[in-house]
């Protein structure tokens, strides 16, 4: 069976697609099936990512429609999309998928269009409440769409020419990041068990590989596979005070983590060892990204699907800063408010990033450790494990009946 995948270059379109590859691969051991996996599409720094678990991959020129000025709109948009149309038709013609998954997101397009001109089924997930222009486009020609949010899937079940083909399954988490059946229970403060490659790693073990106290709360920080300029300024700001009561593990982003890693030496150069060593930076979380959620006490991230079902995965309270609509369109402030109504996060709108409001709310959750079970608990109820096993299994039913 040869499977193609496409989607956006960043970590929100290419991990779900890894999450997918995964159990295909599992069931293609159960089920006897030979398959031939590709990725057509921009992967940017996921290439090798992608070829690690088992997808080729064949590149395609990206165009991307931003949504503020930008004179790259003026070279994307008339000149890289009629190329990457073209590049699409030819390698999907070569290739001629049994199916298609796309992720939506820059790049996927072109792909999306030689499999509809090509009639090879067409399975799309969004991963965010509000649906993606590239997916947007894609719907219509989809047998199959998977969603993440509830209330995406009651928006498009309005429209009956889309009925019998929505489902709610969830963003796709990685089984090397999580075992399906993990969390094993709630993990607010002190309730620390979470299944790993067969084991229980405890959370204070987990702290200790990060060099952490196991009695003190750690706060990590993640702002996404690129990090986030907005969130490492405030950390700076606030790091004398914040590491008085907590330990922070703090993802800056590789481009990031030089410039940030020098001023957090300034800022810290007269504090005490013991302080200083309660602040550590990562430039980017690989394979020890699970040993970071399972040693957290509560997670700061931007809200990204991604980053709201991981951390949700892990049954751990969040604070969500999301993207601003300037940058990104409305929907990561869509996704946190939705989130955040099921109890398990409080957010904070980057316009209201401020050291106070910050601390402020930090504090308040910590201060009544019930609540912060609670959250947790919310976390745990939210969470889609099997989203990834649920669309490999209808991939597998597309591609068959072709």
């Keep these: 069976m040869r499977i193609l995948f496409t989607g956006g270059g960043t970590g929100g379109h290419i991990y779900p697609i890894i999450a997918v590859a995964e159990e295909l691969q599992k069931l293609s051991v159960e089920k006897k099936i030979e398959m031939d996996l590709r990725y057509f599409g921009s992967p940017e720094m996921f290439r090798s990512v992608l070829e690690q678990n088992g997808i080729g991959v064949s590149k395609i020129f990206s165009a991307k429609l931003r949504r503020y000025f930008d004179l790259r709109n003026f070279l994307d948009i008339p000149i890289l999309l009629p190329l990457s149309v073209i590049q699409a038709f030819w390698k999907v013609f070569w ?112 702290k200790k590989i990060f060099g952490f106290n ?20 405030l950390m700076l700001e606030i790091v004398g005070e914040i590491i008085r009561d907590f330990q922070i593990l703090h993802q800056t982003g590789i481009k990031n983590f030089e410039d940030f890693k020098k001023e957090l030496d300034i800022i810290l150069r007269n504090y005490p060892e013991e302080q200083r060593s309660r602040y550590k930076t990562v430039p980017y979380f690989e394979k020890d990204l699970k040993d970071a959620y399972t040693a957290a006490d509560v997670v700061v991230s931007r809200a990204s699907s991604g980053s709201i079902f991981e951390a949700a995965a892990f ?62 608990q919310a976390a745990k109820n939210f969470a889609k494990p099997k989203a990834a096993r649920a669309i490999a299994e209808e991939i597998i039913k597309l591609g068959s009946r072709g």
């Design 315 to 376: 049954a751990k309270p969040s604070i969500l800063i999301p993207l601003p609509e300037e940058v990104v369109g409305d929907h990561q402030t869509t996704n946190a408010y939705e989130y955040a109504r099921t109890g398990a996060a409080v957010v904070i709108e980057q316009a209201n990033l401020e050291p106070n409001i910050f601390l402020g709310q930090l504090k308040k959750i910590f201060s009544e450790p019930e609540k912060l079970n609670q959250m947790s």
């Design 214 to 233: 196991p009695e003190k709360p750690v706060i990590l920080v993640i702002g996404g596979s690129q990090g986030a300029v907005k969130i490492n300024d």
């Design 95 to 206: 290739f001629m998928p049994d199916v298609l998954f796309s992720k939506g997101g820059p790049g996927s397009l072109p792909v999306v269009l030689a499999c509809r001109f090509y009639c090879v089924p067409i399975i799309i997930h969004d991963s965010d409440t509000i649906i993606g222009l590239a997916n947007r486009l894609a719907i219509y020609w989809a047998k199959r769409i998977a969603v993440s949010f509830d209330s995406t899937a009651k928006t498009l079940l309005e429209n009956e020419k889309l009925s019998g083909k929505v489902a709610l399954v969830g963003n796709p988490i990685r089984k090397s990041l999580i075992s399906p059946d993990a969390p094993t229970e709630a993990s607010g403060v002190g309730v620390p068990t979470l299944r790993r490659d067969g084991e229980i790693l405890e959370k204070g073990t987990a």
